[in-house]
């Protein structure tokens, strides 16, 4: 009955636990099917959906990459070559010089300033490099890395001459990313739509001056609009607009106007040297006896200077570069001086130009057309650009057709043959390069705006021409202002009808010009120059800036430089404005680069302290060096810092003479020239002028302390005197304080030479070797890196004069310090003298992979140093057992408890360490004065625990050794035990001393970061 009853209850459960499961069953499967359905729904969506977004994103993806890539291609061949004015062209990397802006007095880069701001008015004069500027933006963009620059703004250079009726800009930036496969602008409009929508661009629309009058105010309107629409957020694209300074009218008031600074001495000192070393290259095309007189840049500087109005026309890069090609390509071949005024400079350049086949003895290939002939074709066709009217079209590009009609009109007043017009035109664009081409040979325009302005002069010269030339100035005086100047220089020209009528017009602009024309006439009446003189000389102090001011002063600057009585007479008269503190006429007198003007205002400021006098002497350049060198001393400290901000290398060579005055004067002096030192042409021109010099003596050693090694890394004489030089230079500047915020301008090579031993003075960078991976967790980008590493810094209590050192090191650099400085774990404790030992062997160090060296010398070892011990343990453990007993029992059994015991210790130690953790970072300060990694007291018992272990693993294994050595004995012999330590140690010890020579030229500091500055200067 009992076990009915159990069967019974067993069925009666099983029967409820399966309806349970059934019903549970049921309940899942119904809950599954509507969430298959639903996942069903949602997977076929996913299938459906994604595929179709992805294809279309990838889609955009590659027609936007390939657009890029196409466009980044072109750049090299569009904008990668300056066309000069011989028969070849010329890399822009390799002659573009950095322009400038002034501000407060000071010079200061043009490129980093317009890269900071969201819309920018470039305003420079013809010439002063504003359509080169936007060039070296693509180029620069064009060579960067494919990753770097898809994270920077895209450069577009759009030439606003070319707007029509429209004004559609954005037409414009997509005209260049068509494809030659597009139908027509659609999709490049969208790409650009996109990139505009994202601010990736960024836009250099360059020449407003050259927009047509009566399409101007829609032009300005259309660029306002664009700035407000694109370029009016911090993420937004950026803008920026060329225009000649004569030609603006202050329409675009939101744009952030720069006015572009004329080439100061150092950088026509800088674009000679480039330009004469790439004349002195294969390409250059120079015979031996014509390199052997071309002489150095500081020489054809000096011709240069010897010009005041040639010096004046040297500061615009156009002419500049136009003059060093003139003096390369013809005058050095000729033996002729250089021009002396603008007009002249020109009209050597053009002869130049047209005769260069009978110059170069190219009889074979030598034009049919004398050069006569072909400037009267040049001056008719340039005379027919310029007074084209606005309504007809563009000034400065001519049609096909429109040319071969005026060639024929040309050719037939010569009475030339007209049947060779086509050859004539193949002259000018091919041999002469006066006149450059389309691809497509539909239109043609002049190298340059000014070669048109200065045939169009040419093409109205002589008394019947003046009317001409006045109305053309009366209809559009912006566009026809160069050229009336021109026409005024040309010899023979009488241009006193044409400056009296600007002048008594009234209007300030055309005064202003009457001014210029007068600076540069070749003959005008005296009464009338005079009058103008006397005008613009009393207006002068109460002139608004806006009106004509630079203008004014140059004109007047180039009167005062001449050596004539109406120079003289200026000249008088400005001086005793000056005197009365009055600052344009200082400017004036400065401009005038005369000596005489440079000893005057250099002891205006001596005498009166007139930091007025002291900007203008700066503004000099070369010339102001004698004066400044004459009084540089401790009580003028502001000459020697006008040495510096000259930046040439005959101011170099006055601040290297001031280096060996044991006070402010030489500290100061030691400052500038680690700025000046980046230059390479100041550099060799120090080591020359240093060779010349006396050498070092024993006594020197007091003046250098233990910094003499200073410039070893970089020189191939460590014992030469301009390394001597250079480290009074380091000495001076580790012991002082950078003035005048020097430190950010510093040569890398000093820089990471001072940062090294200002972070190890006074043991700092132990410090901050040990505690900076403690503080600053790893971090992704390069910048959150810079910014921990800044931040650590100041919170281990670098000044700021090294930290501001630091920073005056590239990227590259700053971090290359931060990872051999402060993250790389070091044994040695190196201190400033240690510093001092590892930086002369920076350059001879090299990296060394000293892997498989120290793998085996290690496995080696490790089998002695085991297998010794650990043969003895066997030993003792046989004694202990008492079946192989070697010496006493108890000796065996107090070794196995010395093993214990290290065992033991140390894993109680390792224990306590895990439960360690981390110090506070605000706890640094008191780490790095306690000199101690660790802050709570299990620190100190794991550490008892940890010696205590490893004291006792040692004497363990040195007490195993004789067990061991006798058991090796035992098995072997004696003799070969013998032979065999002494081979391991003539082989282990030279083995381990070479592994620690590697190893130290490998951990050098120095030689991984100057590798990386060395890396990072050819790159450039």
Request: aromatic residues 8%; charged residues 25%; hydrophobic residues 45%.
């Amino acid at each position: 009955m009992a076990e009915e009853d159990s069967i019974t209850q067993g069925l009666t459960g099983l029967l409820g636990g399966f309806t349970g499961g059934v019903i549970v069953a049921g309940v899942l499967a119904i809950a599954l099917k509507k969430l298959g359905d639903k996942l069903g729904e949602g997977l076929y969506g996913l299938l459906t959906t994604l595929p179709r977004r992805a294809m279309e994103r990838v889609a955009v993806w590659v027609s936007e990459d390939k657009r890029i890539t196409h466009y980044r291609a072109k750049i090299p061949d569009e904008y990668g070559r300056h066309i000069l004015t011989r028969q070849r062209q010329v890399a822009v990397d390799a002659v573009y010089i950095h322009l400038q802006y002034e501000r407060a007095g000071r010079r200061h880069d043009l490129r980093q300033r317009v890269l900071g701001e969201k819309a920018v008015l470039l305003l420079g004069e013809a010439g002063a490099g504003k359509s080169l500027l936007s060039k070296y933006f693509l180029l620069q963009w064009a060579e960067l890395p494919r990753k770097v620059a898809r994270e920077q703004q895209l450069p577009v250079l759009v030439e606003l001459h070319r707007c029509d009726g429209s004004v559609d800009l954005a037409n414009l930036i997509a005209a260049r990313f068509r494809l030659a496969h597009d139908r027509d602008d659609s999709r490049a409009r969208d790409f650009v739509t996109r990139r505009l929508n994202e601010g990736a661009l960024r836009l250099l629309f360059d020449g407003l001056d050259e927009v047509n009058p009566d399409e101007q105010p829609g032009v300005i309107n259309a660029l306002e609009t664009f700035r407000r629409t694109h370029a009016s957020g911090e993420e937004s694209n950026s803008i920026v607009v060329t225009c000649r300074s004569s030609a603006y009218n202050g329409s675009l008031g939101a744009f952030e106007v720069i006015h572009i600074a004329d080439f100061d001495d150092s950088s026509i000192l800088r674009f000679l040297d480039r330009w004469l070393t790439l004349e002195r290259s294969e390409r250059g095309g120079l015979t031996e006896a014509e390199l052997a007189e071309l002489g150095s840049a500081e020489s054809l500087f000096d011709q240069i200077r010897q010009h005041p109005q040639l010096h004046q026309l040297a500061r615009t890069p156009l002419l500049l570069s136009l003059l060093a090609d003139l003096y390369t390509g013809s005058l050095l071949r000729r033996g002729r001086s250089l021009p002396s005024s603008r007009t002249a400079f020109y009209s050597r350049v053009t002869d130049h130009m047209v005769t260069r086949d009978l110059l170069l003895g190219r009889a074979g290939r030598a034009s049919p057309y004398e050069p006569g002939e072909k400037l009267a074709v040049l001056k008719r066709i340039a005379l027919t650009m310029t007074e084209t009217t606005a309504a007809e079209g563009d000034r400065l590009i001519i049609t096909q057709q429109r040319l071969r009609e005026v060639m024929t009109a040309a050719l037939t007043s010569l009475d030339l043959r007209t049947e060779h017009g086509r050859e004539l035109l193949r002259d000018l664009t091919d041999r002469s390069q006066l006149l450059v081409g389309s691809d497509t040979g539909e239109r043609f325009w002049f190298p340059h705006r000014s070669f048109q302005e200065y045939f169009t002069a040419r093409g109205l010269e002589g008394p019947a021409g003046a009317g001409r030339l006045l109305a053309g100035y009366w209809a559009d005086p912006p566009f026809w202002r160069d050229t009336v100047r021109f026409w005024c220089g040309l010899d023979g020209n009488d241009s006193t009808l044409a400056v009296e009528r600007l002048f008594e017009a009234g209007d300030i602009t055309h005064r202003v010009l009457a001014l210029e024309c007068l600076a540069e006439a070749s003959q005008i009446d005296t009464a009338l120059a005079d009058r103008i003189l006397t005008h613009f000389r009393t207006e002068l102090p109460t002139i608004r800036r806006n009106l004509g001011l630079e203008g004014i002063v140059d004109a007047l600057g180039n009167v005062a430089a001449r050596d004539t009585d109406r120079g003289r007479a200026l000249r008088a008269e400005l001086e005793v404005e000056s005197a009365a503190d009055v600052y344009r006429a200082m400017r004036v007198l400065a401009r005038s680069g005369r000596p005489d003007a440079a000893r005057f205002l250099v002891d205006l400021a001596v005498r009166e302290d007139s930091r007025r006098a002291r900007i203008c002497v700066e503004a000099m350049g070369e010339v102001a060096v004698p004066a400044l060198a004459r009084v540089a001393d401790a009580a003028h400290l502001w000459a020697v810092d006008a040495l510096g901000a000259i930046a040439t290398p005959g101011a170099a060579v006055q601040l290297a003479e001031l280096l060996w005055e044991d006070d402010a004067v030489a500290t100061r002096a030691a400052w500038w020239l680690c700025v000046l030192i980046r230059e390479p042409n100041i550099e060799a021109t120090l080591e020359r002028q240093a060779s010349r010099g006396p050498g070092p003596d024993d006594n020197d050693i007091d003046l250098f302390g233990r910094i003499r090694v200073a410039w070893h890394p970089f020189t191939a004489e460590p014992a030469g005197r301009f390394s001597w030089m250079m480290a009074r230079v380091a000495y001076l500047t580790d012991r002082s304080t950078s003035p005048l915020n020097l430190s950010g301008e510093l040569d890398p090579r000093v820089a990471i030479l001072l940062t090294g031993i200002a972070l190890t003075r006074e043991g700092i960078g132990r410090d901050l070797s040990q505690n900076f991976r403690y503080s600053n967790p790893p971090t992704e980008s390069a910048a959150d890196a810079d910014r921990a590493f800044g931040e650590f810094l100041t919170r281990m209590g670098v000044s700021n004069s090294a930290q501001r050192i630091l920073r005056s090191l590239p990227g590259p650099v700053q971090r290359a310090f931060a990872t051999e400085i402060l993250t790389r774990d070091r044994s040695d404790d190196i201190d400033e003298q240690g510093w001092m030992a590892l930086w002369p062997r920076a350059s001879r160090d090299a990296a060394h992979n000293t892997t498989r060296l120290e793998r085996g010398y290690w496995t080696v070892l490790s089998i002695v140093l085991i297998g010794l011990p650990g043969t003895g343990l066997y030993r003792v453990i046989s004694t202990v057992r008492h079946s192989w007993p070697w010496g006493p029992v108890w000796a065996a059994w107090a070794m196995l408890i010395l093993c214990g015991a290290a065992v033991l210790c140390l894993g109680v130690g390792i224990s306590l360490m895990d439960r360690i953790t981390a110090p506070d970072p605000t706890d640094i300060e008191d780490l790095r004065r306690r000199r101690t990694r660790f802050a709570t007291w299990y620190s100190h018992l794991d550490l008892y625990f940890i010696i205590a272990g490893i004291f006792a693993l040692l004497t363990s294994g040195i007490l195993l050794a004789a067990p061991g050595l006798a058991t090796l004995a035992a098995w072997v012999g004696w003799p070969p035990i013998l032979i065999a330590m002494f081979l391991l140690v003539a082989v282990l010890v030279p083995v381990h001393y070479t592994i620690e020579r590697l190893n130290r030229e490998t951990r050098n500091p120095f030689r991984a970061i100057i590798q990386t500055y060395n890396r990072g200067r050819t790159d450039e």
